[in-house]
């Protein structure tokens, strides 16, 4: 079964996978519950900051580092044998990899043997990169960045696939040690930093020529909820945010300006990340510059998405989600165990009336408003699994804060308000989502919420009924013809309901009627 389409029902036969992200900064184990071919989540996350390359000039681990290490790592033993984990892919990275004392390192992780390590390669850890940034975005040519404690990746994306990549030691720890040792950095420190790393990302002549650039791991994530926090955005998430080079630009100058012990009071920054912070914007700057990119799309994935994905797309090759944007909604409809018939029913007439109206002229029929249509015509109903009196509301809030893979937060912004809006009033998208609406975005989703209202009114008893939509002109009078499935005195009844939604959104009147002629008495205003 094609994992672009998942159709499991959440079940007791469902798989319990831990992966064991051993960072050179933080350790992080992530569950997923999922099944091969259908729908999979993240059910629990733990971190714990380890700082396991700190002091690593000579290539050994410290003690005191290996110690923090061991301990986090017989907590997470202990965590997944308490759990019922089935499956642990425990990986290590830049700091074990580069260890000279590497043999006792896995020891120390090794939990006594209860979590098998696995150290992985420059290549690997791309690779991991790689699969992350192509299964969590939709960019299909461009670049993937990942900054990391000790090591940053770069690499070149073509058609989906990986065609160059490079691996070098300038994590945020290690850099930090190197050149940002003070408590309060100056301007001369970051310039050092900044050539240090520009010298080495332009070593590699495949690194240039600008184009799209997904980011992953934790210090990218933060930089953009700090971003979030200081322009007081709609909703706070990372997955989906576009973070300029100006905008870092901004963040690097705050942080420039503040001792440590001020930076651990700024929205968004965790506090074991305050000394380490600038280091790894420092170095992303570079990245972006040296890559020719003036904005990062960020995801929410990382490393261990990637080694999640390697399990889970096991017999694709390579490991890639067909359709990133199709599995979102997919996945976060059976995570909220919404009516999958009746989602797709909605949304195949929402389409048919979006397609008819744009025929006839009424707009333009832009493609990514036909694609938010038909998201929020997919999910428009998962809030019914927390209450159905509100479920238009907690609908929004569901996919605002699970995310959706794949798409931007002025996408997510439109698709939210319709989610809203698709019963009881219509809210202002400008007055909701102010920062993120761009011009001719309240016509767009005026369109959307009248389409998707009217949908969903003719499909009333959830029945599958409408089979043919077609739409004419007459004057200035929208005439919309359903071919019904049954007797249509329900749906026209109930879609009359949504006139004055369609009318205000496509300047015409609107009357409906069935092809087989039944007459149905017409609803007052």
């Given at each position: 079964m094609s994992p672009d389409a998942p159709t499991h029902e959440p079940g007791r036969d469902a798989r319990a996978t831990a992966i064991i992200d051993m960072g050179s900064n933080s350790f992080r184990l992530v569950v997923y519950h999922w099944m091969p071919g259908g729908w999979f989540r993240l059910v629990d996350e733990i971190?714990?900051?380890?700082?396991?390359?700190?002091?690593?000039?000579?290539?050994?681990?410290?003690?005191?580092a290996l110690a923090r290490a061991a301990h986090a790592a017989d907590l997470y033993a202990a965590y997944c044998d308490a759990a019922g984990i089935d499956h642990i892919d425990a990986v290590a990275t830049s700091a074990v990899r580069d260890a000279t004392n590497q043999d006792e390192a896995l020891d120390a992780l090794?939990?006594?043997?209860?979590?098998?390590?696995?150290?992985?390669?420059?290549?690997?850890?791309?690779?991991?990169?790689?699969?992350?940034?192509v299964n969590g975005s939709t960019v299909a040519d461009g670049w993937f960045l990942d900054i990391g404690g000790g090591s940053l990746q770069v690499g070149r994306i073509e058609r989906r696939h990986l065609t160059n990549s490079m691996s070098a030691a300038l994590g945020a720890v290690r850099l930090t040690e190197a050149f940002l040792t003070g408590d309060q950095q100056s301007g001369k420190e970051a310039a050092a930093l900044r050539k240090h790393v520009r010298k080495q990302l332009t070593t590699h002549d495949w690194i240039g020529g600008g184009?799209?650039?997904?980011?992953?791991g934790g210090a990218i994530r933060t930089l953009a909820v700090m971003e979030q926090r200081r322009a007081?955005?709609?909703f706070i998430n990372p997955d989906g945010h576009r973070m300029t080079r100006d905008a870092l630009g901004e963040t690097i100058d705050l942080l420039t300006s503040l001792p440590v012990a001020e930076r651990r009071g700024l929205q968004g920054l965790r506090s074991d990340r305050a000394d380490i912070i600038l280091a790894?914007?420092?170095a992303i700057d570079e990245a972006m510059a040296t890559a020719g990119c003036e904005r990062l799309e960020v995801t929410a994935q990382g490393l261990r998405e990637g080694v999640f994905f390697e399990h889970y797309l096991r017999d694709e090759v390579p490991p890639l989600l067909p359709d990133v944007r199709r599995t979102s909604v997919l996945n976060a409809g059976l995570q909220f165990e919404f009516d999958r018939r009746h989602a797709e029913q909605v949304a195949r007439?929402?389409?048919?009336?979006?397609?008819?109206t744009a025929r006839l002229g009424l707009h333009r029929g832009d493609s990514m408003e036909r694609e938010v249509l038909w998201t929020a015509a997919m999910l428009h109903d998962v809030?019914?699994?927390v209450d159905y009196s509100a479920h238009h509301r907690h609908s929004e809030y569901l996919v605002l804060n699970t995310g959706l893979p794949g798409y931007d937060h002025h996408e997510l912004a439109m698709i939210a308000c319709m989610l809203r809006g698709h019963r009881k009033g219509v809210p202002s998208l400008k007055k909701v989502y102010g920062s993120l609406v761009r011009e001719d975005d309240d016509a767009r989703y005026l369109r959307g919420v009248a389409l998707l209202r009217l949908s969903e009114q003719l499909e009333r008893a959830k029945a599958g009924q409408i089979r043919e939509l077609r739409c004419r002109l007459e004057d200035d009078e929208l005439v919309i013809t359903v071919g019904c499935e049954g007797d249509p005195s329900l749906p026209l009844w109930s879609g009359m309901a949504e006139r004055q939604h369609v009318e205000r959104a496509f300047g015409v009147t609107m009357r409906l009627e069935s092809a087989s002629g039944i007459e149905v008495p017409e609803r007052p205003s």
């Amino acid at each position: 079964m094609s994992p672009d389409a998942p159709t499991h029902e959440p079940g007791r036969d469902a798989r319990a996978t831990a992966i064991i992200d051993m960072g050179s900064n933080s350790f992080r184990l992530v569950v997923y519950h999922w099944m091969p071919g259908g729908w999979f989540r993240l059910v629990d996350e733990i971190r714990e900051a380890v700082r396991l390359s700190e002091g690593q000039t000579d290539g050994r681990l410290q003690p005191r580092a290996l110690a923090r290490a061991a301990h986090a790592a017989d907590l997470y033993a202990a965590y997944c044998d308490a759990a019922g984990i089935d499956h642990i892919d425990a990986v290590a990275t830049s700091a074990v990899r580069d260890a000279t004392n590497q043999d006792e390192a896995l020891d120390a992780l090794s939990a006594g043997g209860r979590l098998p390590v696995r150290v992985l390669s420059e290549d690997d850890e791309s690779r991991y990169g790689y699969l992350a940034a192509v299964n969590g975005s939709t960019v299909a040519d461009g670049w993937f960045l990942d900054i990391g404690g000790g090591s940053l990746q770069v690499g070149r994306i073509e058609r989906r696939h990986l065609t160059n990549s490079m691996s070098a030691a300038l994590g945020a720890v290690r850099l930090t040690e190197a050149f940002l040792t003070g408590d309060q950095q100056s301007g001369k420190e970051a310039a050092a930093l900044r050539k240090h790393v520009r010298k080495q990302l332009t070593t590699h002549d495949w690194i240039g020529g600008g184009g799209r650039m997904v980011g992953i791991g934790g210090a990218i994530r933060t930089l953009a909820v700090m971003e979030q926090r200081r322009a007081e955005a709609p909703f706070i998430n990372p997955d989906g945010h576009r973070m300029t080079r100006d905008a870092l630009g901004e963040t690097i100058d705050l942080l420039t300006s503040l001792p440590v012990a001020e930076r651990r009071g700024l929205q968004g920054l965790r506090s074991d990340r305050a000394d380490i912070i600038l280091a790894a914007a420092l170095a992303i700057d570079e990245a972006m510059a040296t890559a020719g990119c003036e904005r990062l799309e960020v995801t929410a994935q990382g490393l261990r998405e990637g080694v999640f994905f390697e399990h889970y797309l096991r017999d694709e090759v390579p490991p890639l989600l067909p359709d990133v944007r199709r599995t979102s909604v997919l996945n976060a409809g059976l995570q909220f165990e919404f009516d999958r018939r009746h989602a797709e029913q909605v949304a195949r007439v929402a389409l048919a009336a979006f397609d008819e109206t744009a025929r006839l002229g009424l707009h333009r029929g832009d493609s990514m408003e036909r694609e938010v249509l038909w998201t929020a015509a997919m999910l428009h109903d998962v809030g019914v699994l927390v209450d159905y009196s509100a479920h238009h509301r907690h609908s929004e809030y569901l996919v605002l804060n699970t995310g959706l893979p794949g798409y931007d937060h002025h996408e997510l912004a439109m698709i939210a308000c319709m989610l809203r809006g698709h019963r009881k009033g219509v809210p202002s998208l400008k007055k909701v989502y102010g920062s993120l609406v761009r011009e001719d975005d309240d016509a767009r989703y005026l369109r959307g919420v009248a389409l998707l209202r009217l949908s969903e009114q003719l499909e009333r008893a959830k029945a599958g009924q409408i089979r043919e939509l077609r739409c004419r002109l007459e004057d200035d009078e929208l005439v919309i013809t359903v071919g019904c499935e049954g007797d249509p005195s329900l749906p026209l009844w109930s879609g009359m309901a949504e006139r004055q939604h369609v009318e205000r959104a496509f300047g015409v009147t609107m009357r409906l009627e069935s092809a087989s002629g039944i007459e149905v008495p017409e609803r007052p205003s």
